[in-house]
């Protein structure tokens, strides 16, 4: 089993910026690729970003890209996204999850319980 905590969520004005970490615990998940999906209310979950564990290698989605990046600590067995640029239609409900690196959700084998951003306009 992998444990996955997410922190970092809140209220953001518009045009700022976060960054939500993810800490993973339990089983070794060095073979599991991360990812940061979101769910905004009355809609479906969506892929955000995802990074390969040993290469780093990352992906984004479109309505992110160029605005978010995702990274990780090895050390400390932690995942990030930072957002700039902040839009209304980035709030959302964030999630990360630990399996495949698509940006599939059922290819997820962990999810956190979430954490909530909220943007302002």
């Known amino acids: 089993q992998v444990q996955l905590v997410e922190s970092g969520g809140g209220l953001v004005q518009a045009g700022g910026s976060l960054r939500l970490s993810c800490a993973a615990s339990?089983?070794?998940?060095?073979?599991?690729?991360m990812g940061w999906f979101r769910q905004a209310p009355g809609k479906e979950r969506e892929f955000v970003a995802a990074?390969?564990?040993?290469?780093?290698?990352?992906g984004y989605a479109d309505s992110v890209k160029g605005r978010a990046t995702i990274s990780r600590d090895n050390a400390k067995n932690t995942v990030y996204l930072q957002i700039l640029s902040l839009k209304p239609e980035d709030t959302a409900d964030y999630y990360c999850a630990a399996g495949s690196g698509s940006a599939v959700a059922k290819t997820y084998d962990y999810w956190g319980q979430g954490t909530q951003v909220t943007v302002s306009s």
């Open positions: 339990g089983r070794t998940f060095s073979s599991h690729a």
């Open positions: 990074i390969a564990w040993r290469s780093g290698a990352t």
